[in-house]
């Protein structure tokens, strides 16, 4: 069972930068894909970006394009996602996925967009920005 910890949301002004962390247990990330998500008050989940751990492709949602960047940690079994620049449109909660892409019958090198390819979620972090 993998268990995913989000950390280091909080609340900023526009403009400013944080670094959320996504910490796994139980298993190391391996070949599967960690996807970053968010859900602002009153809207639906969305994509914001992911990482294939085997390759390091990556893909991100047009929005958060050369704002945010995603990375990976192998020694720590953690992924980062660094918010640069940030907009009162980004207030959300942040929420980590995971996925096992063969159990999902995914192919190895793909990087997963939709809610419906994770498998594991953390319970989030606050992300909350002033103008």
């Known amino acids: 069972q993998v268990q995913l910890v989000e950390s280091g949301g909080g609340l900023v002004q526009a403009g400013a930068s944080l670094r959320l962390s996504c910490a796994a247990s139980?298993?190391?990330?391996?070949?599967?894909?960690v996807g970053w998500f968010r859900q602002a008050p009153g809207k639906e989940r969305e994509f914001v970006a992911a990482?294939?751990?085997?390759?390091?492709?990556?893909h991100y949602e047009d929005s958060v394009k050369g704002r945010f960047t995603i990375s990976r940690d192998n020694y720590k079994n953690t992924v980062y996602l660094q918010l640069n620049s940030l907009k009162p449109e980004d207030t959300a909660v942040y929420y980590c996925?995971?996925?096992?892409?063969?159990?999902?019958?995914?192919?190895?090198?793909?990087?997963?967009?939709?809610?419906?390819?994770?498998?594991?979620w953390g319970q989030g972090t606050q992300v909350t920005v002033s103008s």
């Open positions: 996925a995971a996925t096992h892409l063969a159990h999902k019958g995914l192919r190895l090198g793909v990087v997963p967009v939709a809610e419906y390819e994770y498998d594991y």
């Open positions: 139980g298993r190391t990330f391996g070949a599967d894909a």
């Open positions: 990482v294939n751990w085997g390759t390091g492709n990556t």
